[in-house]
């Protein structure tokens, strides 16, 4: 199952390069995933200031540099790129966020609460800046208005892996696991809510209840079956528990190479591997020899190796 552990999962946000400390030093990821590492004041005087500099004019980088230096702590560091970032962006919900983000992390909650109140006044709902004051509520130990303000969010835009899971943390800080679930029953109720009915599978999985996880999940494919994140998130889900046979029998009718994500077919195969079904998994590979990205293919290699052991092991 070593695949299942590295390649299935739920989705993960598309988040900037980032930055890990290690006491006195930073271990530095680039876009392209290059290792550079630094001292924490080379950091701090030099890498960050200029990364700033560059980006002054361009926003989208400017807030990758923002979230990597409130990450890493530098507050201060970043006020002023929060400011010049207000100013250039043209996402306000982006950048009103960032900034509130910033003073929140420097232990100003009071003027982050009223910088995305402010904002919202003026622009009325919009999701993620309803999400960023959610978890500076609920940071700040303010869960009704944290709750309040997730599932605000959540009416205009159902489905955002980071406010679902908000959302159902909250509920249950606040009345433990019958609230938890009681909370993603309620969001499931929205239209096009597929993440809400997929979690609610996702808890039975830890449940060990199987059947309560398949209906759940049989619920999302024959509602939501189309969109592609839906087929990596139950794929993920249910080869992550130890179901393969359960996510091809919901996935495989559904799945196109050509229309999914990359990491949705190479759960598949891990699946065929698990299961034994070498015809199926040698006919998915030279599929995805022609449909995934170079950067997914040495994969291929390795399943290759591990489906050529199932053909000489006599166990098909």
């Excluded at 002023?80 to 043209?90: E, F, K, N, T, Y």
């Excluded at 999400?131 to 709750?147: E, M």
């Excluded at 929205?190 to 996702?202: C, D, I, Q, S, Y």
């Excluded at 698990?274 to 390795?302: A, C, R, S, V, W």
Aim: glycine share 8%; proline share 5%.
């Amino acid at each position: 199952m070593g695949f299942f552990k590295n390649l299935f999962g739920k989705e993960k946000p598309d988040l900037p390069a980032e930055a890990v400390w290690d006491s006195e030093k930073i271990t530095f990821y680039d876009e392209k995933g290059r290792e550079v590492i630094f001292s924490k004041s080379q950091w701090k005087n030099t890498v960050l200031p200029g990364l700033f500099k560059k980006n002054w004019d361009n926003p989208d980088e400017l807030y990758k540099n923002i979230f990597m230096a409130v990450a890493d702590g530098f507050f201060e560091l970043a006020m002023p790129a929060c400011q010049r970032l207000i100013s250039i962006d043209p996402d306000k919900a982006r950048s009103n966020s960032s900034l509130a983000r910033a003073l929140h992390a420097k232990g100003d909650s009071s003027t982050a609460v009223k910088t995305l109140d402010e904002f919202l006044r003026q622009n009325g709902p919009e999701p993620l800046a309803l999400t960023n004051l959610g978890i500076i509520c609920w940071q700040s130990g303010h869960l009704n208005k944290a709750a309040k303000a997730f599932w605000d969010a959540l009416k205009l835009d159902p489905n955002p892996e980071d406010t679902v899971d908000c959302w159902a943390k909250v509920n249950f800080e606040m009345g433990g696991e019958p609230a938890k679930i009681k909370a993603l029953k309620q969001l499931a109720q929205l239209e096009g809510a597929w993440r809400g009915l997929a979690n609610l599978g996702f808890e039975c999985l830890k449940k060990k209840d199987l059947a309560g996880a398949k209906k759940y999940y049989s619920q999302v494919m024959e509602k939501f079956g189309d969109d592609p994140d839906v087929l990596y998130v139950v794929s993920g889900d249910l080869g992550n528990s130890g179901c393969p046979e359960e996510m091809l029998s919901l996935v495989a009718p559904r799945y196109k190479p050509e229309d999914n994500r990359p990491e949705t077919g190479l759960n598949m195969l891990q699946a065929y591997l698990d299961t034994g079904n070498y015809e199926q998994g040698q006919k998915l590979m030279k599929q995805l020899f022609f449909t995934l990205p170079n950067e997914y293919k040495q994969h291929l290699i390795t399943f290759s190796s591990e489906f050529a052991k199932l053909k000489f092991s006599g166990k098909i």
